[in-house]
């Protein structure tokens, strides 16, 4: 069994923030791990098995989140109902069961939550697939029978939805900062790395079911069904052995105080009934902690760029071929989105080892703002060239991609090194709620604005919602470091660090409350 060094305890919340008025960018950095970028002393046999079942995982997740979308349409062609009420319920579950997968990711084992995760979203796909052929080949049924089998793959949907959340805040949340330790340039390695393969896993596999699928539906549907049985195998073995070669894994976590027991002689609904009430304070209690909490801001300005339609997902595509691009103009432009996406994972762990996260983010979050704005600005004014105009957008939104993911692993690891062991996975969870609020809310400006010609207004929203997510980020740097710029020495310094001071102990104050 690997050795390994116990977790550097993170400070607790209340705990208020002691900031030397002199020195008030040092402290801060020294929190959020801004000293410098040693080499990573991790294992690479646990860092390679914890990518392995990382990959299997997120490419089976990405296989089929777009699979479905191409077997809806060939199930029921002519209509955009059936997948709009697949996608809204994935959206809708994920913020009304938020709270309870939080709360299972804090209290649980750490390995038997990642086992419910795998296991659980394998079997719920494998029957879905199955639904999928049983309607792709055209059995005869009635009508009755093809709703309860669109209703029954919705509800497979909400919980496979569910699985991959808990299989993402688990790993990436908890997992990786367990396994990395006091190792901060270690986890700033895992991240990038973890960031790499989701956005790989982006790219090609939708592209892989999608070439199957243009061959035959049914192929893509058993494929994706024996992608998804062959590999639990590999992806659980893999995190198991993980999860026996790094002690810390291992260690019981701090358990909330136990509610009291119910009477069993009380009716099953009053204790149903209970139990809902329960998890409705719950989840109140959740959101509280998220907004009372120091890494808030940053966790809350990057769920807020979840509200853009400028992504290159269903909603720009659609506009972009109805202003004359080809799929294949529109497949590039993608591709060269993608790549600016993992170029951002080298660019930033670079910057974080030079600045630190806070001052990175910073860095990166005004790039995606001024290239958006830039490309945005294009747009509006050649409205009267269509191509001009779009391609001018496609080109700001391309280039914001570097920020984009350069901010996200920013905000990462803030909130990674932000949170206490005990609160990750309600964090967390509660934070992936507000990305699929926001992420609904694209869908519903794309909704009110349906037709191309309006496509502008969407786009305005998405710009607004990544500068106020620019903002908000600008607050948190500006209480964190007492200043948002190095300015020249001629200018008066005490000033500015006193005004820091003043506001870390507000926001201290604020956490006693």
């Known amino acids: 069994m690997a050795t390994r060094r116990s977790a550097q305890p993170v400070p607790d919340e209340r705990t208020p923030l002691v900031v030397d008025p002199g020195n008030a960018e040092v402290a801060a950095s020294n929190i ?32 089929f989140e777009f699979g479905a979308v191409l077997y809806l349409a060939t199930v029921y062609p002519g209509t955009l ?138 192929t893509a549907i058993v494929v994706n069904f024996g992608m998804n049985v062959c590999s639990v195998v590999v992806e659980y073995y893999s995190i198991a052995k993980v999860y026996d070669e790094v002690p810390e894994l291992q260690e019981a976590k701090k358990s909330p105080p136990r509610h009291r027991v119910e009477s069993e002689q009380q009716g099953f609904f009053v204790r149903i009934w209970r139990s809902a009430c329960q998890g409705v304070r719950q989840a109140f209690k959740d959101f509280g902690f998220y907004f009372r909490h120091r890494v808030f801001l940053p966790s809350f300005a990057g769920a807020l760029l979840y509200l853009t339609v400028l992504s290159f997902a269903g909603q720009m595509v659609t506009w972009l071929l109805s202003t004359g691009y080809d799929s294949t103009q529109v497949a590039v432009a993608r591709t060269l ?123 305005l929203i998405s710009v607004i919602s990544v500068a106020l997510a620019g903002v908000l980020y600008a607050i948190f740097v500006r209480i964190r470091r007492g200043h948002l710029l190095h300015l020249p020495s001629c200018f008066p310094h005490d000033r500015l660090h006193r005004s820091g001071e003043r506001a870390l102990d507000r926001i201290s104050s604020f956490s006693n409350i």
């Open 81 to 218: 109902l059936p997948m709009s009420a697949y996608a809204l319920s994935r959206g809708l579950v994920a913020i009304l069961f938020s709270s309870a997968v939080g709360h299972y990711i804090d209290v649980g084992n750490r390995l038997q939550v990642v086992r419910v995760s795998i296991v659980l979203q394998r079997l719920v796909v494998a029957a879905s697939c199955a639904i999928f052929y049983v309607l792709a080949i055209g059995f005869s049924m009635t009508q009755v029978v093809n709703i309860c089998l669109l209703a029954t793959l919705t509800l497979l949907a909400c919980i496979e939805k569910l699985c991959s959340i808990l299989n993402m805040v688990s790993v990436e949340k908890d997992w990786v900062v367990v396994v990395a330790g006091t190792d901060h340039a270690g986890l700033r390695t895992m991240n990038a790395q973890m960031r790499r393969i989701d956005l790989v896993c982006k790219l090609l596999g939708p592209l892989f079911i999608a070439l199957i699928d243009g061959i035959s539906s049914e």
């Open 337 to 459: 989105a993608v790549a600016f996406e993992v170029l951002a994972t080298w660019v930033a762990p670079w910057l974080l080892g030079r600045i630190g996260p806070t001052r990175a983010g910073l860095w990166l979050a005004s790039w995606q703002i001024l290239c958006l704005a830039g490309g945005f600005a294009i747009f509006w004014r050649f409205t009267s060239q269509p191509f001009l105009s779009s391609s001018g957008l496609v080109g700001g939104v391309i280039l914001s991609r570097l920020g984009l993911r350069g901010f996200d692993l920013c905000a990462q690891i803030l909130v990674q090194e932000g949170i206490e062991a005990e609160a990750r996975g309600s964090f967390s969870s509660t934070e992936a709620a507000w990305q699929n609020l926001f992420e609904i809310c694209s869908y519903i400006s794309t909704i009110i604005f349906s037709r191309p010609d309006q496509f502008k207004w969407p786009a």
């Open 32 to 63: 959020s791990g801004d000293e410098g970028c040693p080499q990573s002393q991790i294992s690479t046999r646990i860092t390679h098995r914890l990518y392995v079942s990382h990959f299997l995982s997120t490419w089976n997740s990405r296989v």
